[in-house]
């Protein structure tokens, strides 16, 4: 595990758009897993700039994102389609077909989910997948508990990350209380893995996961001990604290 501390959130943005630049110019085609929320916004404002001014081209990268609320349509401006396509799908030139996020209006959300897993196998598998970190160390929506589903699937949202994410809508009872997520070992089996993490809230986490040793479903980000590719990039407040 690489660990990258940068002195602040725009420095760690600036950071990771540098290694996407990096593999995206070594490999036109491919295969990107991205994530949503306040943490990867500064890194796809600044891949927006780079392709506008030629330095990265999008039209041959493939992505699949981690997850999405069940209930909520594409057009829902609280849902992570619209997150993703004002944040960066919008600006740049990447098709619309090589565009893949999880439908949480699916008329059969456990047959979508198999079939979520199934076209990013076909796919060749993510090459580069992009990770957030929640507070109590979920990755996705792969909450702490008792076991981790290793697929694609229909998870309950912690009472902790509903009260987190209730700042994106109107009311914490507007919150979904499921969404479909990536499981474990789908992101497991990405060849390379960019975790971010940003802010003091995050430290427990991080100190967590680059300091014990061992792998528990009590905290799901410390499944990354047992990936030989993680580049964690941080800021010194998520990483000391303070």
């Known amino acids: 595990m690489k660990l990258i501390i940068s002195k ?30 306040s943490t990867p916004k500064g890194l796809y404002k600044r891949l927006i700039a780079e392709y506008k001014n030629n330095n990265i081209d999008f039209s041959k990268v493939v992505t699949f994102n981690l997850d999405e609320y069940i ?11 619209c997150f993703m396509n004002e944040n960066l799908f919008n600006h740049i030139n990447i098709k619309s077909e090589n ?4 439908n949480g209006k699916a008329t059969d959300l456990e047959k979508f989910c ?7 196998e076909e796919s060749g598998g993510i090459d580069l997948m992009l990770l957030g970190l929640g507070e109590d160390g979920h990755i996705a929506f792969n909450e702490p508990g008792e076991y981790l589903n290793t697929c694609t699937n229909i998870a309950n949202l912690a009472q902790s990350t509903i009260e987190v994410n209730s700042r994106f809508f109107e009311s914490i009872d507007d919150v979904p209380k499921t969404a479909i997520t990536m499981g474990m070992a789908g992101i497991l089996k990405s060849k390379k893995i960019i975790l971010m ?4 809230n995050k430290h427990k986490p991080i ?19 047992i990936h030989p590719n993680v580049t964690v990039i941080v800021d010194e407040k998520a990483y000391r604290g303070r």
């Open 99 to 102: 565009i893949n996020i999880p």
């Open 8 to 37: 602040d959130y725009d420095e760690m943005s600036e950071l990771a758009c540098r290694m996407y630049i990096d593999e995206i110019n070594k490999n036109p085609e491919i295969v990107l897993g991205l994530a949503t929320g």
């Open 71 to 81: 209930g909520l349509s594409e057009e829902d401006e609280s849902s992570y389609r």
């Open 197 to 200: 993490a940003n802010g003091v």
């Open 114 to 120: 198999e079939d979520y897993d199934r076209r990013i």
């Open 207 to 225: 100190n967590a996961l680059l300091n014990e040793k061992r792998v528990t479903t009590k905290l799901p980000v410390s499944f990354l001990r």
